[in-house]
């Protein structure tokens, strides 16, 4: 079964700046949205930010200006790139897909990358 791998979690600094990726393990079709997830200890997980196959993205409130998320059609990869690092960006962050296939739509997960800001 093919699934989502991100890479890029690491301890950082608060100000400091991390770039996550996230590439399928096997050929996923008609990917249409990609996008990020976080879940923190003791929290929901939440949308972080999203992008379109044409290109158009969507952030939460909290990391607009200070993330942004980009994507490689041909190769099926979505990065995040963050920025102005704060401890509160601390959790597990998720990469997901959206795909269309003959039987509807298709979601797929990864298992997570740890991001930490401390000092």
């Known amino acids: 079964q093919v699934q989502l791998v991100e890479s890029g979690g690491d301890l950082v600094q608060p100000g400091g700046s991390l770039r996550l990726s996230c590439a399928p393990s096997?050929?996923?079709?008609?990917?249409?949205?990609m996008g990020w997830y976080r879940q923190a200890p003791g929290k929901e997980r939440e949308l972080v930010a999203t992008i379109a196959s044409a290109g158009s993205t969507n952030y939460v409130d909290s990391v607009k200006g200070r993330f942004t998320i980009s994507r490689d059609n041909a190769k099926n990869t979505v990065y995040l790139q963050m920025n102005s690092l704060k401890p509160e960006d601390t959790a597990v962050y998720y990469c997901?897909?959206?795909?269309?296939?003959?039987?509807?739509?298709?979601?797929?997960w990864g298992q997570g990358t740890q991001v930490t800001v401390s000092s």
């Open positions: 096997g050929s996923i079709f008609s990917i249409k949205i």
């Open positions: 997901n897909a959206a795909a269309v296939a003959a039987t509807g739509w298709v979601t797929y």
